[in-house]
């Protein structure tokens, strides 16, 4: 990673760690971890996280871990697993040796249980889940108390073990912290910290019947770990008293926990729960479809790991909540492609083009530049020939006046080529055009009249015997709503989805150099966006996504950096 790149915007979070570090507290050190549940691929939500929980670390010379949150065996997977751990590392951050799950405290966790039930601090309760949540009460009515509350340390630790030993059903019995049902806070009224389900654990097996809830499972992970920042999402600040409260409990080390606000994209959703939905219901074809916002997705979309680090730096991390407008991550993903990527051409609606004055059979080589913004790229040859493609909007028979690229009598520039004028339109029997007939001007070569006369447009093409054919798929937003959530009832949200989010174009013409790219190869097609190489390509059969296209939204970016100084 670059100087520049590591070296993120100051923030309240990094303002608390500088203070930790003047006043001594944790011996100085510096220790985050990234903690995701395996029940579902990683977002760009997650990468927000991800580069503030290893990007601090690095910044303060400290260390960040790898940590599964695997409490919760219904729903996570290995694949997940090997996703995340796949995704981490495309993003460019390294736990080392440091990966843990929580499912590794499992006895830890039991055994520091035992603790509290013998201090008085938690108790077996009978309640089924609808009556313990009938007992919580609301937020403005108190909590009342559990017939089981007053069980003996004695009697809990029976029941505690003859859960684990599998005595009773799912859900029949639980073990809950003993706080004050009467607390403002409705997530320290006796919350539960353990329950029966017998499910199959990805790494445990069937070692354990019952298993830990979050909110006991990932302070003690926080604490066993030595983290001394516990970085995490808005919607824990109201869990935070009770993220306290089981670590002095149990007199261990003492972790702070920190909040800041989620990421929300406009036009998408960042919810593992809802992207499975869109995955399992066909909506998109698998996590890594690159209309999905998963980093997946996004990779296979040909979204640079360099644009997302630096997006997540733009936005910055503040505590008030906020919808990112998509174009910024677009934004940040071409100006990272203009500087490194290739142009070529390609042809995605071809046009036949006969250059009538171009000899039959002759064939030429022209010079053309690999990168503009990049000197270094050097220059390629181009084949030129009598039969090429343009693109089919790149001809207007009866042109309105602001049309400025080619129409019967009006001659263009072909980039890198020549000067070519449109002397005849062929049609089918339809009545749809099927070739242009054109002449060239021998003495434009390279693209340049020596007599100093102006075209007004310059396209790009692609000679017809040289051209591999290529599959081009262009997208679109997945929703067509900013906010797709912004529904009556949850599961309405699919109905925000965009029909026209894919567009497979099957009939591409593409440069002969493309043969051999490979998956994940990008390039810019000139005029038309930039593009990356699909998994599903064949042997001389590319498949191209569109990334991005070249239109700047600058004025748009520009109005949300504004906003964004408005609000701190
Ligand atoms: P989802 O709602 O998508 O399931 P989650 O919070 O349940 O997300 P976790 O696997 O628990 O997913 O997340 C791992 C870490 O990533 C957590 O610390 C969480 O706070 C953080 N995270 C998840 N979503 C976002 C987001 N949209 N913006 C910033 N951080 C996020
Ligand atoms: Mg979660």
């Not at 040289?466 to 912004?486: C, G, I, K, M, N």
Request: hydrophobic share 30%; charged share 30%.
């Amino acid at each position: 990673m670059s100087d520049s790149e590591s070296k993120a915007p100051t923030n309240f979070i990094k303002q608390i760690i500088e203070e930790d570090l003047r006043s001594g507290k944790n011996d100085s050190r510096v220790h985050t971890r990234f903690p995701p549940e395996p029940n579902g691929y990683l977002h760009i939500g997650h990468a927000k996280s991800i580069c503030l929980n290893f990007g601090i670390a690095s910044e303060f010379g400290g260390l960040c871990n790898l940590r599964f949150d695997d409490t919760n065996p219904g729903k996570e997977e290995q694949e997940y697993v090997d996703s995340i751990k796949t995704d981490v590392r495309w993003l460019g951050f390294d736990w080392s040796e440091r990966e843990y799950y929580a499912s590794d405290y499992f006895q830890q966790l039991y055994d520091y249980a035992l603790q509290l039930i013998r201090g008085g601090k938690a108790y077996v309760c009978d309640l089924s889940a609808d009556e313990i949540r009938e007992y919580r009460g609301t937020l403005t009515e108190t909590g009342r108390e559990s017939p089981c509350r007053s069980r003996s340390a004695e009697e809990n630790l029976d029941l505690f073990q003859r859960m684990r030993d599998g005595e009773f059903e799912d859900g029949s019995r639980t073990l809950r912290a003993k706080i004050d049902m009467a607390s403002g806070n409705i997530n320290m009224r006796d919350p539960v910290i353990y329950r029966i389900q017998r499910a199959y654990h990805h790494r445990t097996g069937d070692a354990w019947c019952i298993y830990p809830m979050y909110d006991y499972a990932h302070c003690v992970s926080d604490s066993l770990e030595r983290i001394t920042h516990s970085l995490c999402t808005l919607e824990f600040e109201d869990h935070r008293p009770l993220y306290d409260w089981f670590l002095e409990q149990l007199g261990i080390f003492h972790s702070r926990q920190i909040e800041f606000a989620r990421l929300n994209l406009s036009y998408t959703v960042v919810s593992k729960r809802k992207l499975l939905k869109l995955v399992k219901g066909g909506h998109v074809r698998g996590w890594d479809d690159p209309r999905m916002p998963t980093l997946s997705g996004i990779r296979r979309r040909g979204y640079p790991p360099e644009a997302i680090r630096d997006f997540c730096n733009r936005i910055g991390v503040a505590k008030a909540g906020s919808t990112v407008d998509i174009s910024l991550l677009e934004f940040c993903v071409r100006d990272y492609l203009n500087k490194c990527v290739r142009r070529v051409m390609a042809v995605l609606r071809p046009l036949k083009v006969v250059i009538t004055n171009y000899p039959e059979g002759r064939e030429e080589k022209l010079d053309a530049v690999n990168n503009p913004e990049d000197p270094g790229a050097g220059t390629r040859k181009v084949p030129f020939s009598r039969v090429i493609y343009i693109e089919r909007d790149d001809f207007m028979e009866d042109p309105p006046k602001k049309y400025f690229r080619l129409a019967p009598g009006r001659e263009v520039r072909l980039r890198y080529a020549y000067f070519i004028t449109c002397t005849n339109v062929v049609k089918d029997r339809e009545g749809e055009i099927s070739e242009l007939h054109c002449t060239y001007d021998p003495a434009t070569r390279g693209g340049d009249a020596p007599d100093g006369r102006k075209v007004k447009a310059t396209l790009h093409w692609v000679s017809a015997g040289h051209a591999v054919d290529a599959e081009v798929r262009l997208y679109e937003s997945l929703f067509t709503q900013e906010d797709p959530e912004d529904v009556a009832d949850e599961g309405d949200f699919l109905s925000n989805l965009n029909p026209g989010s894919l567009q497979v174009l099957l009939s591409c013409k593409a440069e002969p150099c493309l043969r051999e790219a490979d998956a994940g190869d990008r390039f810019q097609f000139e005029r038309l966006g930039y593009f990356c190489v699909d998994p599903d390509s064949r042997d001389g059969a590319p498949v191209f996504n569109r990334t991005v296209t070249l239109k700047d939204t600058w004025a748009k970016v520009q109005k949300w950096e504004h906003q964004k100084e408005r609000s701190r």
